[in-house]
């Protein structure tokens, strides 16, 4: 594997660990406390990598399971709703029992840089610390299959690594924003801004999956960050609007 492949492991690998806390430091100046950060990381292991994925498991051994894998659109309108509702209600739940003693805005940007920073060590970080370790193998050391995978590797541009960085900061970005939306429907009572959340996280893994079918890497990492970009907007409306109602309490 080229040292520019081991450099972009290593740079990817980098982000997903440091961007987490470097968020949570910048949070914690704002209010944000670390039990909001632990709490989102533990909250979203839980719902998304044992609930949801139980529930995978259960729909993927069954008749419906073909049906899902062999359309493209089924499959990120089922895996987009999934996610949104299992994370979603997850977040729900937090802000409701486990931190219904921080009512500050700021738990929802630190319990949001805990729950993406969880996601981002265990799917793309742990990824490239394993690609990266198994590269330094000698070749006859592994099993065939894993060899093989290895060197399909060396066959990727290593620009693919940068990319899978990137959609991490990116994918953070989308879980403080839904963090503070979800919040503000505890705080505020609105059902609404739950059900909102949960729609936009279908709706962008759903984009997600569908694009990433249909278009290079670059134009759907670039399509995802457009909609997030958004989504972001109007978290931050939301955020200054609980400010002020803070403040004025």
Known sequence: MSTSHIAAMVFTMLVTLVLPIVLMLWFRRRGGKWRAFAIGAVTFFLFA?????????????SPVGPVLRGNIWLT????????????ETGRLIAFRFLLRRQPQP???????????????????????????????????????????AVQGLADIPATMFLWAGFERVVAVAIHV???????????????RLFLLAVLLHAAVDFIAVTANAML????????????TAGI??????????????????
């Not at 924003?177 to 059902?191: E, H, I, T, Y």
């Not at 290079?216 to 909609?227: D, N, R, S």
């Open 49 to 61: 990598m044992v609930l949801e994925q139980a529930v995978h498991a259960i729909v993927g051994s």
């Open 76 to 87: 990120g309108l089922y895996g987009g709703l999934m996610a949104g509702l299992f994370e």
């Open 106 to 148: 700021a738990a929802a940007l630190a319990y949001g840089a805990g729950h993406g920073g969880c996601e981002a060590v265990l799917i793309t970080g742990l990824t490239m610390f394993t690609n990266l370790f198994l590269s330094r193998m000698p070749p006859d050391r592994l099993p065939a299959e894993v060899a093989e």
């Open 177 to 191: 924003s839904l963090s503070v939306l979800v919040f503000a429907a505890v705080r505020s009572g609105k059902l």
């Open 216 to 227: 290079p890497v670059m134009a759907t990492e670039l399509l995802i960050a457009a909609v």
């Open 232 to 249: 972001a907007v109007l978290a931050a409306g939301v955020y200054k609007k609980m400010q002020v109602s803070a403040e004025n309490t």
